[in-house]
């Protein structure tokens, strides 16, 4: 393989490895999704001319892969599963392997050439796990709640009881600490000011669309609505006019507001 040739890394990521594909060169490698596997693919990538790493966001799962990639100061765009299955289909790709997703994403990124995502902060990144976290504690009390209305035994109420208290606590831990990461971050800290001022929108929900949408300030205001998937959508061919309606965007955002 020529290493003068520029690449396009397209990158699976599961719990426990990273499945990487090179185009245009068809090079392929899987390493651990851990830091020493992270450590041996940048250690690959830097003998090469790997011009943009294309991976799909898993939640979780990609995380630390990310911080590794910002700290390495590489580019790279992450891009939503759905637009990367679209992609996928489009191109008569219907089969769906680790291998195959990762040569699809290779391939995604040299001909759509996604735009890079901006790294985040360390805080802003902490911030975002301390958020995902809260989602999962509030459906925990959804369940809770559900499951006690329908309780009869008296151990099994006092133990939900006691489960629910334990979450309540748990919340109200993690929202402190989201406080504390906002607080101690200027920019961050001065649009919590802001946010809340908006009626209907608590503190909470605040944070959540901070941690969710780190662009808010820096784009247009069209260009936050399409980013939460709450501009309409034009429905239009030849004469004819069909309704418009909210689509795509991120839907932990539109959740929130």
């Known amino acids: 393989m020529s290493e003068s040739l520029a690449q396009v890394a397209g990158i699976d990521i599961s719990k426990d490895h990273l499945d990487v594909h090179l185009h245009p060169s068809g090079a392929t490698r899987q390493v651990t999704n851990d830091k020493a596997?992270?450590?041996?693919?940048?250690?690959?990538?830097?003998?090469?001319?790997?011009?943009?790493?294309?991976?799909?966001?898993?939640?979780?799962?990609?995380?630390?892969f990310e911080r590794a990639l910002t700290a390495a100061g590489l580019t790279f765009a992450k891009i939503n599963p759905r637009q990367a299955r679209r992609f996928a289909e489009a191109t008569g790709r219907l089969a769906k392997t680790?291998?195959?997703?990762?040569a699809m994403l290779a391939r995604l990124g040299a001909l759509l050439q996604p735009e890079a995502s901006v790294p985040k902060s360390d805080v802003l990144d902490e911030l975002t796990e301390l958020v995902a976290a809260?989602?999962?504690?509030?459906?925990?009390?959804?369940?809770?709640?559900?499951?006690?209305?329908?309780?009869r035994i008296q151990l099994l109420k006092s133990q939900t009881s006691q489960r629910l208290r334990q979450i309540e606590a748990q919340i109200a831990a993690v929202d402190r600490l989201c406080l504390e990461l906002?607080?101690?971050?200027?920019?961050?800290?001065?649009?919590?000011?802001?946010?809340?001022?908006?009626?209907?929108?608590?503190?909470?929900?605040?944070?959540a669309i901070l941690a969710d949408m780190p662009e808010l300030g820096e784009i247009e205001p069209k260009q936050a609505a399409s980013l939460a998937g709450l501009a309409p959508m034009a429905r239009e061919s030849g004469q004819w006019r069909g309704k418009s309606f909210i689509r795509g965007g991120r839907a932990h955002v539109r959740q929130a507001l």
């Open 98 to 102: 680790d291998r195959v997703d990762a």
């Open 182 to 207: 906002v607080t101690s971050d200027q920019t961050l800290a001065e649009r919590l000011v802001i946010l809340p001022s908006i009626a209907g929108l608590g503190e909470a929900r605040a944070v």
């Open 134 to 151: 809260r989602r999962a504690l509030v459906k925990d009390r959804t369940a809770c709640l559900n499951r006690a209305k329908v309780l």
């Open 37 to 64: 596997g992270h450590k041996a693919l940048l250690r690959w990538f830097s003998r090469l001319r790997v011009e943009r790493i294309v991976f799909e966001a898993t939640g979780p799962y990609h995380r630390l």
